[in-house]
C-alpha cells in the first residue's frame, strides 16, 4: 500500500496568515493527490484534485502544487471559515489512503 | 444538487451484522463509481471500498475485505454496505462518496454520515 503523511499534524495561525500543509506519499503517485476540508462533526469537503485542480465553490486562496511524492495544500490569506483539519489523499492505486490530518487552529 | 444519504446505522453487538444505504439525487447516479469511507471517533479517514458504475468491479481495504460486501442498485440510485462479523474496532461515522477520475477514482462529493456504534 502507498503511505501517505502529512506535516504538521497541528498548526496555530491567525486570520490572514498564509498556511502550506505538506503530504508526502512513500512511492511516486503522478498527480493522483486530493485534498479534503474537515470541520467537527461534519462530513469531509473536496477541495482539490489531480494535485492542483479546484472543485467546483472551492475559494481561490486555496491552491495545491507538486507531482511525484511531495505536494503541498497553500491557503494564501487564512479566513475563519478555514480553521479546520486537513487530509490529503492518494488515488494511484487501491487502496486509496489518506494522510493523517492536519488541524488548523486559532492562534 | 448532488446529495447522498446514508441511513442503516445503530448500534450492534460484536459479531453482528448491519447494511448501510445510501441514496443519491440530483445527479446521474447509474454512470459513477461510488465509495464507502469510515471515520472512527476522533480519528482520521480510512477509505473501505468502491464499486464501479456497472458493480463489474469492486474494491476493499484490507480491514473489511471478507466481511464487508458494497453493492448498488442503479434503479433505485441507491449504495449499500453489507458489513458482517462487525468488531468494536468498525465503530465508527460511515461515509457514502461519490467517485471522480478514471480508473482509480478519488472522491467529489460525499454524504453526511451515518454512525456504527459495535458494543456489547
Known amino acids: 500500500d502507498i503511505q501517505v503523511t502529512q506535516s504538521p499534524s497541528s498548526l496555530s495561525a491567525s486570520v490572514g496568515d498564509r498556511v502550506t500543509i505538506t503530504c508526502r506519499a512513500s512511492?511516486?503517485?503522478?498527480?493522483?493527490l486530493a485534498w479534503f476540508q474537515q470541520k467537527p462533526g461534519r462530513a469531509p469537503r473536496s477541495l482539490i484534485y489531480?494535485?492542483?485542480n479546484l472543485h467546483s465553490g472551492v475559494p481561490s486562496r486555496f491552491s495545491g502544487t507538486g507531482s511525484g511524492t511531495e505536494f503541498t495544500l497553500t491557503i494564501s490569506s487564512l479566513q475563519p471559515e478555514d480553521f479546520a483539519t486537513y487530509y490529503c489523499?492518494?488515488?494511484?492505486?487501491?487502496?486509496?489512503?489518506f494522510g493523517g490530518g492536519t488541524k488548523v487552529e486559532i492562534q | 444538487e448532488v446529495e447522498l444519504v446514508e441511513s442503516g446505522g445503530g448500534l450492534v453487538k460484536p459479531g453482528g451484522s448491519l447494511r448501510l444505504s445510501c441514496e443519491a439525487s440530483?445527479?446521474?447516479?447509474?454512470?459513477?463509481?461510488m465509495n464507502w469511507v469510515r471515520q472512527a471517533p476522533g480519528k482520521g479517514l480510512e477509505w473501505l471500498s468502491f464499486?464501479?458504475?456497472?458493480?463489474?468491479?469492486?474494491k476493499y481495504a484490507e480491514s473489511v475485505k471478507g466481511r464487508f460486501t458494497i453493492s448498488r442498485d442503479n434503479a433505485k440510485n441507491s449504495l449499500y454496505l453489507q458489513m458482517n462479523s462487525l468488531r468494536v474496532e468498525d465503530t465508527a461515522v460511515y461515509y457514502c462518496?461519490?467517485?471522480?477520475?478514471?480508473?482509480?477514482?478519488?472522491?467529489?462529493?460525499w454524504g453526511q454520515g451515518v454512525l456504527v456504534t459495535v458494543s456489547s
Open positions: 462518496a461519490r467517485g471522480l477520475g478514471g480508473v482509480v477514482m478519488t472522491i467529489d462529493y
Open positions: 440530483g445527479f446521474t447516479f447509474s454512470i459513477h463509481g
Open positions: 464499486i464501479n458504475s456497472n458493480s463489474y468491479d469492486t
Open positions: 512511492q511516486a503517485i503522478s498527480h493522483y
Open positions: 489531480a494535485a492542483s
Open positions: 489523499q492518494q488515488y494511484k492505486t487501491y487502496p486509496l489512503t
